[in-house]
């Protein structure tokens, strides 16, 4: 991973502004919930009641699944050297918000 690679944080938010999925699906996204171009949020993210919300569809355009494909990649990196599965934790959601605002 470079100096100029973005982090998992900021991979986050970009990827929340490029979709308009709240930040909490984004944070326990599985990889497994994306098929092509097509995200399935589950049910239990989406806000709503329980027993009367359904999985939720999120077409993803080529700027979000490049996102994707990186985080995945710095992911992979930081999985290898420093965590195991009982290590690993979510993003926090103070993560996302703290973000300072760059103008660019």
Same mark, same amino acid.
């Given at each position: 991973? @470079? ?44 806000? @709503? ?7 939720? $569809? ?20 930081? $999985?290898?050297?420093?965590?195991? %599965?009982?290590?690993?934790?979510? %993003? ?13």
């Amino acid at each position: 991973m @470079g100096a100029c690679d973005p982090s998992v944080t900021h991979l986050a938010l970009r990827l929340l502004i490029l979709t308009g999925v709240r930040s909490k699906p984004i944070r326990f996204l599985h990889l497994e919930q994306i098929v092509d171009d097509v995200w399935t949020v589950p049910a239990v993210f989406m806000k @709503g009641r329980r027993d009367a919300t359904s999985d939720f $569809r999120v077409p993803l355009v080529p700027e979000a699944l490049a996102v994707l494909a990186q985080a995945r990649r710095q992911w992979a990196v930081h $999985r290898a050297r420093y965590m195991t %599965l009982k290590t690993m934790a979510a %993003l926090s959601d103070d993560a996302i918000v703290s973000l300072p605002v760059v103008a660019r």
